[in-house]
């Protein structure tokens, strides 16, 4: 798959992380010491992964290249790791499609906390909901999500990207708050970072990282 050849570059492109690296902060003072968090789409474990297994909190990296989760492995070996599509979490194809019960419905209510910056834009926008649903499942009551997400009212469209064509979506973020609460997330606070991808010829784009909390 296209991340498997992209691997570190992916860095490069986005060196600034000021915003997600907040979002972890913001976990950080949330969650007690030892409290399980889910990161989807870890890719290279750069930041988020490294920076709450260092904060002391118990990591489990999920993506789908071997590629990222390789350099992942490496970045961060006190973390557990899956290959597994995001869209099968919580569905028993996690245990019989990628040797991953916990999870799918054997793990629901045992993560504290969730991440997943920049991994739902692969989706199509009717899936996205789905796999936010799925992310919930697998939440204690009242537990967290750190997303991240780009502002645009985009549906699987190609982008050419390192030298692949990636198919990416987006909201416009009153879209995107909508898409949350139906998904049974509260968004508590959010940012928007206008955002310039390096050494790409991407146009800039508006960068969104909202804390979410589950909700009855």
Partial sequence: ??????????GEVFPAKSGQLACGEWLLDE???GARVLDIGCGTGEPTLR???DGGLAMTGIDLSDGMLRLARQAVPQAAFHRIDM?????ERAGRAWAAPELGPAGAGAFAAATAFFSLILLPQD???VVLGRIRELLRPGGLLALGMVEADLDHAPIPFLGHELRISGYLREDLAQALAAAGFAVESGSGHPYAPASTTLPPEEQLFLRCRRVS
């Avoid at 991340?3 to 992916?10: E, K, L, V």
């Fill in 127 to 129: 899936e996205i909901p």
């Fill in 51 to 53: 920076q709450l297994a």
């Fill in 1 to 10: 798959m296209a991340f498997d050849s992209i691997g570190t570059r992916y």
């Fill in 31 to 33: 969650l007690e010491p």
């Fill in 87 to 91: 869209y099968d979490l919580a569905t």
